[in-house]
């Protein structure tokens, strides 16, 4: 398993003084690349090819705290055809375990702009581990029991030159800031999904839609002929 120590800073933390969900996120692709770079096989080294993430589980135990002292660590524990499994975790100065994370990742063939399988080389990089013990929910988050009418339509959001990451793409933690904003004041969850579909590229307008359920309230951001981009379910 890669680990890296850090300390919360303040300048990540929000109104209560701990790490919200999209600070959380970023440090987990933070980890995941400097694994990668550690074994000389980071994303600028994968030609044509790179690793595209599908989804999030993330499951909270509590949040990280302004000035805390914190471990993240990664480990790989599944490669099986176009798709790598990673899962992530947040542990305090103690070692308890405070946020756990499965991850599902594509391996992308970015000048044909479709899935690839795996290469040789990267089964070759990564060493597999055994997974996390957690109850793991499938990458894709049914939306068959949400009627049309239960979607509120609450505003649209253009995507500007900042929330882009090193592909062109709106980056995976600002999907996550989209959601949370989305939530209603003081919602309290203990489980994210997140679901990505498609990419979201400069000055793309992106439509949020809300619908809250008994067990789980679910955000969708769609473009503007209400194809998705990702949708979120928090717990």
């Known amino acids: 398993m890669f680990t ?15 790490l919200p969900l999209p600070g959380i996120i970023n440090y987990f692709q933070d980890c995941s690349e400097f694994h990668s770079e550690s074994l000389g096989s980071g994303a600028g080294t994968l030609g044509n090819y790179a690793w595209i993430l599908s989804s999030w589980q993330i499951q909270l135990k509590r949040y990280p705290k302004r000035s805390e002292t914190i471990t993240i660590a990664t480990k ?33 063939d970015m000048e044909k702009q479709r899935p690839a ?79 990505y579909k498609k990419s979201a590229l400069l000055e793309d307008e992106v439509v949020v839609r809300r619908a809250i359920l008994e067990d789980r309230l679910v955000i969708r951001l769609d473009d503007k002929k209400n194809s998705t981009y990702a949708v979120l379910e928090f717990c």
Not at 4 to 18: L, M, N, P, Y
Not at 79 to 105: C, H, M, P, Y
């Open 4 to 18: 890296f120590e850090s300390v919360v800073r303040f300048s990540e933390t929000d109104a209560q003084e701990k």
């Open 117 to 195: 399988r795996i290469t040789q080389d990267q089964y070759d990089c990564y060493k597999l581990e055994e997974a996390y013990p957690m109850d793991y929910a499938p990458r894709k988050i049914d939306l068959k029991d949400i009627t049309e009418d239960s979607w509120e339509c609450l505003h649209r959001i253009t995507v500007h030159p900042s929330m882009l990451d090193m592909f062109g793409h709106m980056n995976n933690s600002q999907y996550a800031t989209i959601g949370c904003d989305a939530l209603p004041e003081q919602y309290e969850f203990h489980q994210i999904r997140i679901e």
């Open 76 to 108: 790989p524990h599944s490669f099986k055809g176009i798709e790598g499994q990673r899962n992530f975790l947040i542990q305090d100065s103690t070692g308890d375990v405070i946020v756990n994370a499965n991850s599902i990742w594509s391996y992308f």
